[in-house]
């Protein structure tokens, strides 16, 4: 598949739709399983963070004598015998692919979490640093393991 900025080797049946996007290159795969995978190519891609805040009950304990009125809906409080890994829904391992440091996150548990590739820097344009990402969130497991595959094919516009 080709758009322009990158292409890489996916299956057949997956099928793309373009979104309109000022200020990048960026849109929607679909899979045959009706999966979406989503693309930006710009100076905006998402980093593909885990939007988690794990604390330890010493530090919630002091953030609530000091502000008692803190949000803490979506804090996971821990003691210091847990391991923090085991709140986190995905794995991160960091890979070369054409050339750059590109960071890989998986699911812990298939079709529970985000699958996809980041990579912070391509490029410096005249708005700043080029990033890409490619991701999907809750795949079919067939999905996610085209789209890993896909990854590793991966190739960009120099």
């Known amino acids: ?10 299956p057949k049946d997956w ?40 604390i330890s009950r010493k530090d919630f304990n002091e ?9 803490t809906t979506q804090f996971i409080v821990i003691d210091k015998n847990t391991n923090r890994e085991d709140f986190v829904k995905s794995k991160i391992t960091y890979k070369k692919i054409d050339g750059y440091k590109a960071k890989i996150v998986e699911p812990k548990q298939v079709g529970n979490g985000m699958t996809g590739v980041y ?11 080029i990033r890409f990402n490619l991701y999907g969130k809750n795949l079919k497991k067939e999905s996610q393991a085209e789209l890993l595959k896909a990854i590793q094919t991966l190739q960009f516009r120099k």
């Open 1 to 10: 598949m080709d758009f322009r900025s990158f292409k890489l080797q996916a």
């Open 15 to 54: 099928s793309k739709l373009k979104m309109d996007a000022y200020d990048s290159n960026a849109g929607i795969i679909i899979t045959k399983n009706n999966d979406s995978i989503f693309y930006d190519y710009g100076p905006y891609s998402y980093s593909l963070e885990e939007n988690v805040t794990i």
């Open 63 to 71: 953030l609530l004598a000091v502000n008692p009125k803190a949000d």
């Open 119 to 129: 990579i912070d820097s391509l490029k410096t344009g005249s708005i700043g640093k």
